[in-house]
């Protein structure tokens, strides 16, 4: 193994600007093999600008790169993977329909007189695969059938077999909780043993304390300090990536009104695999419900079926006393939004403007004479700017060029021009910095406290606790229990989402 005092790969004084946005100021990083070296930072702080840089996606303003001490630039992918450098997205990019096999070779394929050499493809891919804890996987298998888990794993082995000796992960937890939690860590550890540089940046603060070896905070485009992560605890990083300190306190709650706003009766969501128990559910105005309950327990499920995005097996749904037939449109226009957990596919047109995005799901808003008004879209990405606090350069900016958190503030601000009566948030804060979700989580409560019935999903725990009066349980594709009160406890969720044992008080 290299080692690791000397660094495989450096970056000195990065500048990057775009129109109206420094990027990247005079940014400097190192990447010694064998250590896991925490990015961190707020969205729009310059992690994605700096690791697009690195991987050969864009071409720095000024500064440089050093590859083993020696200077090198990279003008596109093509030359940075050649060199080692590696990038697993949160974004995954396996192609479903391929194999994993043709998923792990793809762009490095072994030949032989012209044709594909499948048995030497073969042995790669199972050691690849045996790396990253999947050694018992058919490399014949569709990527289509495997989980997101096991997809990310497909994509790291992906990089092992390019030789990386970089690998930047890029969110690589956002999708996965429990045993894939701690399968990827091991696979993260495993990778510096084997002396990888691996360059890891999450969102998770305790994420980054436990694994890291170093730790880079950035805010605004600048390095604020970087150092062995033994210097770091989590307020330290917090307080260096938003320079204050955060009130990391939920804030308070409004008391719920009399009036039922969402009334769920007998709903049994359409599945192919199994039927859960039918649902009641009633949400009253000002309340916000949380959905708890491990990955596939049907938390998602749930929520689109009442945005009616997924049939209804049995059972109605009535918002303000007036029944909603099934179907999106139908749900829409009676006062349901669904805020998606992928906002990037579900949520946004990313190549439009920042202006247009804000406005698709309320376009009669911006119309004139039947067209639509540029000027309007305009003024109303300007209101929900000031509202939200959306950090963008000007309505034309493109919505692709955003950070995540945001782009959640835009998919938002699309729906809340709607004026809904229930607002169904899944995932609302997943790839959100702790700035931004702050910022969520008092936007959360003042729609509340305006009349807003709000029901919320999320796969962190202390999240659901913080923000809901009362939080129901997810297992097995259906509700199994309802916690209020003292009840709503971290253990007591776990219980009733494992079924391991009876609520405690």
Same mark, same amino acid.
């Given at each position: 193994m290299?080692s &690791?005092?000397?660094?495989v790969?450096?970056?000195?004084?990065?500048?990057k600007?775009?129109?109206g946005?420094?990027?990247?100021?005079?940014?400097?990083? &190192?990447?010694?093999?064998?250590?896991?070296h925490?990015?961190?930072?707020?969205?729009?702080a310059?992690?994605?600008?700096?690791v697009?840089?690195?991987?050969?996606?864009?071409?720095p303003?000024?500064?440089? +790169?050093?590859?083993?001490?020696?200077p090198?630039?990279?003008?596109?992918p093509?030359?940075?993977?050649?060199?080692?450098?590696?990038?697993?997205?949160?974004e995954?990019?396996?192609?479903p329909?391929? @194999?994993?096999?043709?998923?792990?070779?793809?762009?490095?394929?072994r030949?032989?007189?012209?044709?594909?050499?499948?048995?030497?493809?073969?042995?790669e891919?199972?050691?690849?695969?045996a790396?990253?804890?999947?050694g018992?996987l058919?490399?014949r298998?569709?990527?289509?059938?495997l989980?997101?888990?096991?997809?990310?794993?497909?994509?790291?082995?992906r990089?092992?077999?390019?030789?990386?000796?970089?690998?930047?992960?890029?969110?690589?937890?956002?999708?996965? &909780?429990?045993?894939?939690?701690?399968?990827?860590?091991g696979?993260?550890?495993?990778?510096?043993?084997?002396?990888?540089?691996?360059?890891?940046?999450?969102?998770l603060?305790?994420?980054?304390?436990?694994?890291?070896?170093?730790?880079?905070?950035l805010?605004d #485009?600048?390095?604020v300090s970087t150092?062995?992560? @033994?210097?770091?605890?989590?307020?330290?990083?917090?307080?260096?990536?938003?320079?204050?300190?955060?009130?990391a306190?939920?804030?308070?709650?409004?008391?719920?009104?009399?009036?039922?706003?969402?009334r769920?009766r007998?709903?049994?969501?359409?599945?192919?695999?199994?039927?859960?128990a039918?649902?009641?559910?009633?949400?009253?105005?000002?309340?916000?419900?949380?959905?708890?309950?491990?990955?596939? @327990?049907g938390?998602s499920r749930?929520?689109?079926t009442?945005?009616?995005?997924h049939?209804?097996?049995?059972?109605?749904?009535?918002?303000?006393?007036?029944?909603?037939?099934?179907g999106?449109?139908?749900?829409?226009?009676?006062?349901v939004?669904?805020?998606?957990?992928?906002r990037?596919?579900?949520?946004?047109?990313?190549?439009?403007p920042?202006r247009a995005?804000?406005t698709?799901?309320?376009?009669?808003?911006?119309?004139r004479?039947?067209?639509?008004?540029?000027?309007?879209?305009?003024?109303v990405?300007?209101?929900?700017?000031?509202?939200l606090?959306?950090?963008?350069?000007?309505? $034309?900016?493109?919505?692709?060029?955003?950070s995540?958190?945001?782009?959640?503030?835009?998919?938002l601000?699309?729906?809340?021009?709607?004026g809904?009566?229930v607002? =169904?948030l899944?995932?609302?804060?997943?790839?959100?910095?702790? #700035?931004?979700?702050?910022?969520?989580?008092r936007?959360?409560?003042? +729609?509340?406290?305006?009349?807003?019935?709000?029901?919320?999903?999320?796969?962190? =725990?202390?999240?659901?606790?913080?923000?809901?009066?009362?939080v129901?349980?997810?297992?097995?594709?259906?509700v199994?229990?309802e916690l209020?009160?003292?009840?709503v406890t971290? $253990?007591?969720v776990m219980?009733?989402?494992?079924?391991?044992?009876?609520?405690?008080?």
């Amino acid at each position: 193994m290299a080692s &690791s005092t000397t660094a495989v790969l450096q970056a000195r004084g990065l500048t990057k600007s775009f129109p109206g946005v420094r990027a990247l100021d005079r940014a400097d990083l &190192s990447c010694r093999p064998g250590r896991v070296h925490a990015l961190v930072g707020e969205n729009g702080a310059g992690k994605s600008t700096l690791v697009r840089i690195l991987t050969g996606n864009q071409v720095p303003d000024e500064g440089e +790169l050093l590859l083993d001490g020696e200077p090198v630039r990279f003008t596109d992918p093509r030359q940075a993977m050649a060199a080692g450098i590696s990038a697993v997205y949160q974004e995954l990019t396996v192609l479903p329909a391929m @194999s994993v096999a043709d998923n792990v070779m793809l762009g490095q394929e072994r030949t032989a007189r012209g044709l594909l050499d499948r048995p030497a493809q073969d042995r790669e891919v199972r050691a690849a695969l045996a790396r990253v804890g999947l050694g018992d996987l058919d490399p014949r298998t569709r990527a289509e059938d495997l989980s997101l888990a096991n997809q990310q794993m497909v994509e790291i082995a992906r990089a092992l077999v390019r030789k990386s000796r970089v690998i930047v992960l890029d969110e690589p937890s956002a999708v996965l &909780s429990g045993d894939k939690l701690e399968a990827l860590f091991g696979v993260v550890r495993g990778l510096a043993a084997d002396g990888v540089a691996v360059v890891y940046i999450s969102h998770l603060l305790e994420e980054v304390t436990d694994l890291a070896d170093d730790v880079t905070v950035l805010r605004d #485009g600048r390095v604020v300090s970087t150092g062995p992560a @033994s210097d770091y605890d989590v307020p330290r990083i917090i307080r260096e990536m938003v320079g204050r300190d955060v009130d990391a306190v939920f804030p308070p709650l409004p008391e719920p009104g009399a009036e039922t706003v969402l009334r769920v009766r007998g709903l049994v969501p359409v599945s192919s695999s199994r039927t859960p128990a039918p649902l009641d559910l009633d949400v009253r105005a000002g309340e916000v419900v949380g959905v708890a309950g491990m990955v596939g @327990s049907g938390r998602s499920r749930l929520l689109r079926t009442i945005a009616g995005e997924h049939r209804r097996a049995a059972g109605t749904v009535e918002v303000a006393g007036r029944p909603v037939p099934t179907g999106t449109r139908r749900a829409i226009a009676a006062g349901v939004a669904l805020v998606p957990e992928e906002r990037k596919t579900d949520g946004l047109v990313l190549p439009l403007p920042v202006r247009a995005n804000t406005t698709l799901a309320a376009l009669g808003q911006v119309l004139r004479g039947g067209f639509l008004s540029a000027r309007r879209e305009r003024a109303v990405f300007e209101e929900e700017q000031a509202r939200l606090g959306i950090r963008a350069s000007g309505p $034309e900016q493109g919505t692709w060029q955003l950070s995540g958190g945001n782009q959640q503030k835009i998919v938002l601000a699309k729906w809340l021009r709607r004026g809904p009566r229930v607002l =169904l948030l899944d995932e609302p804060t997943r790839g959100v910095d702790v #700035g931004a979700k702050a910022e969520i989580y008092r936007l959360i409560a003042g +729609l509340a406290a305006e009349g807003m019935a709000v029901v919320v999903v999320s796969s962190d =725990l202390p999240e659901v606790l913080g923000l809901s009066h009362r939080v129901l349980v997810c297992r097995a594709g259906g509700v199994v229990g309802e916690l209020a009160g003292e009840d709503v406890t971290e $253990e007591n969720v776990m219980h009733l989402a494992l079924d391991t044992a009876g609520v405690t008080r």
